[in-house]
């Protein structure tokens, strides 16, 4: 066992190099990072290799994010490079024209009365890849400010990076290109498939009721094999199983269509809730509560930083897979235990970074990120919204005292 976890991490570390090499070709011949690993994953389709999704014994030791964990959160390192390199050089990356769309199933920003919380790209914390304050007058302009005034530390930076990507999400990948090739490639339905029990997960080859009943409570099996999650919540863009194939549109159709893979994938979430030490309470308000071996789980989790991406892997697949409902219950719980009982101090970044920006509804995502200001320690920065929301929400500002009242009011009836 010991011999073969060393042929992984060597295995793991070797695509790696390899990877790095590939991405810098293909940069020098003008391909776009994501299309070649598009390509990349349609030659080795099939293939019998498999590469691990982490590195057990790094996630041990690094930071509360390490560089593998934005790889996996992200989709790609490329995005994540591109936005700390231009920040580095003292580049704003919100000067680039960015992606601007409405935001897939689940959001109600089409039927919302948007409020204008009058935020501006000169606002301290303002961050351009985050819409969640923006009408969709806003959302429609090029944003083109390098105000100095935008904070420039550190944690910021780590959010700036993951928003764009889950912007990226949360606007149906619209910069990956992932849609395009993979519906060319194959008509299949591989997802589908395994969702429907009609074929095996790769290159595990289980079937998914066989997870479902085989899997449940076998908690080294779902912590140390890294080759199911992708299946168990697909996503349309790659992950680490270069064998398991990214959801196209078609497929995202069907499967929101079946009651059976629909069912199939609340079973799934219950299996890796389990093995978070969380339970869910309710099956039609997606409200989860911890389970009695919480205790011994959380330290599972609090220890092992690839969790942190499996979890953002599974919220993305909930708000695209017909269960977007349940992203707000199971990200408020993640805010309760980091922020106010102290607990999972290891995934707190993870939740304020990724976890409440993959909510696709825009109200909730501004109740979520209200608790989390009120519940957050502010002895260090908060950057998760523009200062200018922050004194909205501390009421500072006596000659401002109406306006921050009405847009208090507003605030709270939108609820």
Not at 130 to 145: F, G, I, L, V
Not at 292 to 306: A, K, P, V
């Amino acid at each position: 066992m010991a011999r073969f976890r060393l042929l992984c991490l060597a295995f793991q570390w070797f695509m790696r190099i390899l990877r790095s090499f590939l991405r810098r070709t293909a940069t020098t011949l003008g391909l776009g990072v994501n299309t070649f690993r598009g390509i990349v994953w349609r030659q080795k389709h099939g293939s019998a290799a498999a590469e691990p999704e982490t590195d057990e014994k790094s996630s041990e030791i690094l930071p509360k994010e390490s560089s593998q964990q934005v790889v996996e959160e992200t989709g790609s390192r490329g995005q994540h490079e591109d936005v700390a390199a231009e920040m580095a050089a003292g580049v704003d990356p919100c000067s680039r024209p960015t992606h601007v769309g409405f935001e897939q199933p689940g959001r109600d920003e089409e039927s919302e009365d948007d409020f204008n919380y009058g935020v501006e790209g000169t606002d301290e914390y303002y961050c351009c890849y985050d819409s969640s304050w923006e009408s969709d007058e806003q959302m429609d302009q090029d944003h083109k400010w390098t105000d100095s005034r935008r904070s420039t530390s550190f944690k910021f930076k780590k959010f700036l990076s993951a928003a764009r990507d889950m912007q990226n999400y949360r606007h149906d990948y619209p910069t990956m290109g992932f849609q395009n090739w993979s519906t060319a490639v194959t008509a299949e339905q591989p997802n589908l498939d395994f969702y429907l029990g009609e074929a095996p997960s790769v290159p595990d080859g289980v079937y998914i009721h066989e997870f479902h009943d085989e899997w449940a409570g076998k908690y080294d099996k779902l912590e140390y094999v890294h080759t199911f999650i992708q299946w168990l919540f697909p996503l349309p863009e790659p992950g680490m199983n270069y064998q398991a194939t990214p959801l196209t549109r078609e497929e995202i159709q069907s499967f929101c269509e079946s009651n059976t893979a629909k069912n199939n994938l609340l079973k799934s979430y219950k299996l890796m809730l389990d093995f978070y030490g969380i339970e869910l309470r309710n099956e039609k308000t997606g409200d989860v509560e911890k389970a009695s071996n919480w205790r011994e789980r959380f330290y599972n989790l609090n220890s092992r930083l690839h969790n942190n991406l499996r979890i953002t892997r599974i919220l993305k697949c909930l708000g695209i897979l017909g269960y977007p409902h349940y992203q707000e219950p199971l990200v408020h719980f993640f805010l309760k235990e980091t922020l106010e009982n102290g607990e999972l101090p290891n995934v707190r970044d993870s939740v304020l970074n990724y976890f409440v920006f993959a909510v696709r509804d825009k109200k909730q995502r501004r109740r979520l990120i209200k608790y989390a200001y009120e519940k957050f320690n502010h002895e260090e920065e908060f950057v998760w919204c523009p200062k200018k929301i922050q004194r909205m929400w501390s009421g500072c500002g006596q000659s401002q005292g109406r306006q921050w009242q009405r847009m208090t009011c507003e605030f709270e009836q939108s609820k």
